[in-house]
C-alpha cells in the first residue's frame, strides 16, 4: 500500500520540528556555556589547607572553611574571603594564649604571599573584632593578648600595583596564598614562633 501524501507530508514536518527543538537546545547550551565563561565569580572563600605541625582543620560556616595552628600553648584559627572588584583578601583571625604570661602579635609584619606568583600582599588595615562597640580599626598594629585571653582580629589585604598606589582586580581562583604570622612568647626566656597557614581561593561556598 503507498503512504499518502499528506502522510509523506506529516512525518516530514515531524522531523523538521525535532530538528528544529534540537538546534535550539545546543544553541541555549551554547549559551549557557558561554555566559559561564563570560561571568567569572566575583569572589569566594578562602579554603584553608592543613599543612604542617599542629594544623587542624574546623567547621564555621561550610565544612573545614577554618584551619588552627597550635603551638607554644597558644592557637591560632584562621578563615577568609575574597573580592576580585576591590582586589582584597579578608582573614579573621582567632587568638587564644593559654600561657601564664602574655604574648605580643606584630601585624605589621604578618606576610601573605601568593605561592603561585610570589606576589606579597599589602595589609591594608588591621580591627579589633572583640570590642564590645564593634570593629575598632588598630593605628598601632602591635597588639598584646593577656594570659588566657581570646581575641579575633580582621585583617585586610590588597594587591598592589607596581606603582604601589592603585589596586589591581585580578581573578585569583584555584591559586594559593601563604599567611605568615609571628607571635613573641613572653615566658622565661622570650621566643619569636611563626604560624603559617595556607588557603586556596575558592568559588563562595
Do not use: H
Not at 23 to 37: G, S, Y
Request: proline share 3%; net charge neutral.
Amino acid at each position: 500500500m503507498q503512504e499518502s501524501v499528506s502522510g509523506r507530508c506529516f512525518k516530514g514536518a515531524s522531523l523538521e520540528r525535532v530538528k528544529g527543538a534540537l538546534t535550539l537546545k545546543l544553541i541555549l547550551l551554547l549559551a549557557c556555556c558561554l555566559l559561564v565563561t563570560a561571568c567569572p565569580p566575583s569572589g569566594g572563600d578562602l579554603v584553608p589547607l592543613a599543612e604542617g605541625e599542629g594544623a587542624e582543620l574546623f567547621t564555621t560556616k561550610f565544612k573545614d572553611d577554618t584551619l588552627r595552628v597550635w603551638r607554644e600553648q597558644v592557637s591560632i584559627k584562621a578563615r577568609g574571603l575574597w573580592s576580585i572588584a576591590d582586589s582584597n583578601t579578608s582573614v579573621i583571625l582567632e587568638i587564644s594564649n593559654a600561657n601564664a604570661e602574655a604574648v605580643t602579635v606584630d601585624f605589621n609584619r604578618c606576610e601573605l604571599v601568593n605561592s603561585d606568583s610570589r606576589e606579597k600582599l599589602s595589609l591594608l588595615s588591621v580591627s579589633d573584632e572583640t570590642s564590645g562597640n564593634g570593629p575598632a580599626f588598630l593605628s598601632d598594629r602591635i597588639v598584646t593578648i593577656g594570659s588566657k585571653q581570646e581575641k579575633r582580629f580582621a585583617l585586610e589585604f590588597k594587591i598592589i600595583s607596581t606603582d604601589g598606589r592603585s589596586s589591581v582586580p585580578r581573578n585569583v581562583l584555584g591559586q594559593t596564598v601563604m599567611l605568615r604570622v609571628p607571635v613573641l612568647v613572653k615566658e622565661a626566656t622570650p621566643v619569636e614562633v611563626d604560624f603559617v597557614f595556607t588557603f586556596k581561593y575558592a568559588e563562595g561556598q
